[in-house]
């Protein structure tokens, strides 16, 4: 009876359930916080339920990776969903990249391990596809893709700004009516009004969302 307990508790969790309990680990203490032990007591199972799913740490952490690269990519831009006008889309992710303040602490904290081979792979897909995807918005909202690049870089390093104050000085960071104020003031800065004015018959047909899946 005990070992088909034991049998049913290792199949409960799914390698999904480990993962996210590796993200939760990293948010809290970095990469070096992914342990086995402390992560099977935290689930409320023995190291044989990991052993189930995972050869070795490292196979957990690439798990953990890949649900993180698609929570932050292909996820956040079905959040944003099919929105036809390319001022209303990139609005909409800006307010859908300054939500959250755990995804916010848990980008940093996998950043930093940027020296691990593996994670810098995931670090740098996930940039260069949330900082491509921003280009194409801004293509969308009528600018020549040298400058739309300019503009996604503008975009992208206020985002990474924000987070840095949340980590570092969360008391500098607005909150409530205040963040709002602030977020007005970023879309208002971070989206030119020449662009932003521009009617619908003087944008350039692509405007609708990207289809390749960069972001």
């Given at each position: 009876?005990?070992?088909?307990?034991?049998?049913?508790?290792?199949?409960?969790?799914?390698?999904?359930d480990?993962?996210?309990a590796?993200?939760?680990?990293?948010?809290?203490?970095?990469?070096?916080?992914?342990?086995?032990?402390?992560l099977?007591?935290?689930?409320?199972?023995?190291?044989?339920?990991?052993?189930w799913?995972?050869?070795?740490?490292?196979?957990?952490?690439?798990?953990?990776?890949?649900?993180?690269?698609?929570?932050?990519?292909e996820?956040?831009?079905?959040?944003?969903?099919?929105?036809?006008?390319?001022?209303?889309?990139?609005?909409?992710?800006f307010?859908?990249?300054?939500?959250?303040?755990?995804?916010g602490?848990?980008?940093?904290?996998?950043?930093?391990?940027?020296?691990?081979?593996?994670?810098?792979?995931?670090?740098?897909?996930?940039s260069?596809?949330?900082?491509?995807y921003?280009?194409?918005?801004?293509?969308?909202?009528g600018?020549?893709?040298?400058?739309?690049?300019?503009?996604a870089?503008?975009?992208?390093?206020?985002?990474?700004?924000?987070?840095?104050?949340?980590?570092?000085?969360?008391?500098?960071?607005p909150?409530?009516?205040?963040?709002?104020e602030?977020?007005?003031l970023?879309?208002?800065?971070?989206?030119?009004?020449?662009a932003?004015?521009?009617g619908?018959?003087?944008?350039?047909?692509?405007?609708?969302?990207?289809?390749?899946?960069r972001?």
């Amino acid at each position: 009876m005990a070992k088909a307990a034991s049998t049913d508790s290792k199949q409960s969790l799914t390698v999904e359930d480990w993962a996210q309990a590796a993200l939760d680990a990293m948010a809290a203490g970095g990469l070096e916080a992914v342990a086995v032990e402390p992560l099977a007591r935290r689930l409320g199972v023995t190291k044989g339920s990991f052993y189930w799913h995972f050869q070795n740490r490292e196979a957990l952490v690439r798990a953990a990776l890949e649900r993180w690269e698609r929570r932050e990519t292909e996820e956040v831009m079905a959040r944003v969903g099919d929105e036809p006008d390319p001022y209303d889309r990139i609005v909409k992710v800006f307010k859908e990249a300054n939500a959250g303040y755990r995804s916010g602490r848990l980008y940093l904290a996998i950043a930093a391990a940027e020296d691990h081979p593996m994670v810098q792979e995931f670090v740098r897909r996930v940039s260069e596809r949330r900082l491509n995807y921003l280009v194409e918005c801004y293509e969308a909202l009528g600018f020549d893709p040298a400058r739309a690049r300019h503009w996604a870089r503008f975009a992208y390093a206020t985002f990474m700004g924000n987070l840095q104050i949340r980590r570092d000085t969360p008391d500098l960071m607005p909150t409530g009516p205040q963040f709002n104020e602030y977020l007005k003031l970023m879309i208002k800065t971070l989206i030119p009004r020449e662009a932003a004015e521009m009617g619908a018959e003087e944008r350039p047909p692509a405007a609708s969302v990207p289809r390749n899946g960069r972001a």
